[in-house]
């Protein structure tokens, strides 16, 4: 599915986020600490290889809602933008901090003049957020970004598995209308 708003794109699709090869940037799932760990965050790294951790040392830690950008290192992206999003129930308030990741994300993106990016759904792993919720509010806080962006053309979510890409689906459809 793909809505465009003021010439930007924005698509849910579902495989490996680790696996694309036409976006400059991925987003990663982060811990605190930007090591290696389970999801999207090690995916992401095993793929990138060693070089991405350390260049992460440097930068770590990170406080929630918080993005910083690195290197692609082996991905075939040139950058990974690094968002530490809330725990649910534990980061208060953890609705505005994970607006704040995709907006942190995109002014990211935007300032390095990147002009594709793929999101996972950030959240809604380990850290517990009912991923109907984290959808609707990345879409409403892209709703909200999208005006100030002047870079980034494409915003897409890499999902895993038909439920999550419904999901999605319906949040875009609730945001963005038909």
Known sequence: MKKILSGVTIECAGGDIAGQKDVTAVV??????????????????RAAGPELEKECATLAPIE????????????????????LGPVYGKDKPEEKLLA???????????????????????STGAFGFPMDDAAEIAFRTIKEV???LKEVKL?????????????????????FGQ
């Open 28 to 45: 990663n799932a982060a811990n605190a600490q930007l090591k290696t760990g389970g999801g999207v965050a090690g995916a992401l790294h």
């Open 64 to 83: 929630p809602g918080k993005a910083v950008i690195t290197g692609g290192h082996n991905l075939p992206n040139r950058y990974v933008i690094h968002c």
């Open 100 to 122: 704040d990741c995709y907006q942190n994300a995109l002014q990211l993106a935007d300032e390095n003049k990147i002009e594709s990016i793929a999101f996972p759904s950030l």
């Open 146 to 148: 999208i005006p100030e």
């Open 155 to 175: 915003i897409r979510f890499v999902l895993r598995g038909a439920n999550a890409i419904e999901v999605h689906e319906q949040a875009m459809e609730k945001v």
